[in-house]
């Protein structure tokens, strides 16, 4: 495994990320119009059609006073539980899913809150503050081009997070403005012109930090939207258009705190309304 663990830990206040950034992935339609069906309905015929690719993430947090630790095992976990949860999801419904990607570990957080956090490699180990960007996963082996495409593929996706959740109710394509060359690299890693990225975030709350939020700290104002949670979004990235084809979010059932999550996930309805349960 590339990512090293080093330095000793240096107490910051950060930004409530772990949900925050399940919510930039977000928006999904509930309500299916007659335009959105008919657009979900050619998307599934064109998929039926060709193999996908599926990318994956988990960014698992544990958020005390003054800062957030990442939970690097229980992240890794779940990106890789969350990709084979999909993966047999798509299977049911007769797509082809030609390669699977896990990259990063909380790959859609910027350098600056990266930075800011601390970082534990197992839940009894000792944090310590993390110096990597990106933080790779415990299987990447790309080459530094290609990480770079990957991270380039996660800011295009914030960066079309608005438009993309208005589209997604009427079932219109949003532009995914990603640059020529990171386009070509991911298809070709992937071997398909098309691909699922699916997130995985969970956040929960130490004792010591419920005590704060609740007290007249000063920093109880901060700590206000550290809610816990699990949650996951989903985005089909059209990588021959530079599209986002459809988009949605829901949550996590399982447990992913305690120990890592192995195999799958437990979710309901992950595939609606693109397929309709």
């Keep these: 495994m590339v990512t090293r663990f080093t330095l000793p830990s240096i107490k910051v206040l950060t930004l409530p990320v772990a949900l925050a950034v399940v919510t930039v992935f977000s928006g999904c339609a509930t309500t299916t119009n007659p335009e959105a069906r008919s657009a979900y309905d050619k998307t599934q015929q064109n998929l039926k059609a060709q193999s996908v690719g599926i990318i994956s993430d988990g960014c698992v947090l544990r958020v005390e006073v003054g800062k957030d630790d990442i939970m690097y095992q229980n992240s890794d976990a779940l990106s890789v539980a969350i990709a084979n949860t ?3 999801r798509l299977t049911e419904k007769g797509v082809v899913v030609n390669n ?5 570990v909380c790959g859609a957080l910027t350098q600056k809150e990266l930075s800011q956090m601390d970082i534990l490699a197992t839940e009894d180990a000792k944090d310590v503050l993390n110096t990597n960007y990106p933080v790779l996963s415990s299987s990447n082996t790309f080459d530094g081009v290609t990480n770079q495409a990957y991270l380039n593929l996660y800011t295009a996706l914030v960066n079309a997070k608005k438009i993309s959740a208005i589209n997604m109710k009427t079932g219109s394509y949003t532009p995914l403005n990603l640059d020529a060359a990171s386009l070509n ?4 890693t992937e071997g ?3 691909a699922f990225v699916v997130l995985g ?3 929960k709350q130490s004792f010591g930090l419920k005590l704060t939020a609740a007290s007249t700290s000063p920093l109880a104002g901060a700590m206000i939207n550290r809610a816990p949670g699990k ?3 989903i985005h089909l990235v059209n ?3 530079n599209q986002i084809e459809w988009n949605k979010s829901g949550k996590i059932d399982s447990e992913v705190f305690k120990t890592p999550v192995t195999g799958t ?3 309901k309805k992950m595939l609606d309304p693109l397929y309709p349960e």
């Design 185 to 188: 690299t991911i298809r070709k």
């Design 86 to 88: 999909l993966k047999e």
């Design 239 to 241: 990588l021959e258009t």
């Design 192 to 194: 398909a012109n098309k």
């Design 231 to 233: 949650d996951y979004s």
């Design 100 to 104: 699977v990607s896990s990259p990063f």
């Design 265 to 267: 996930i437990a979710t």
């Design 201 to 203: 975030a969970a956040n």
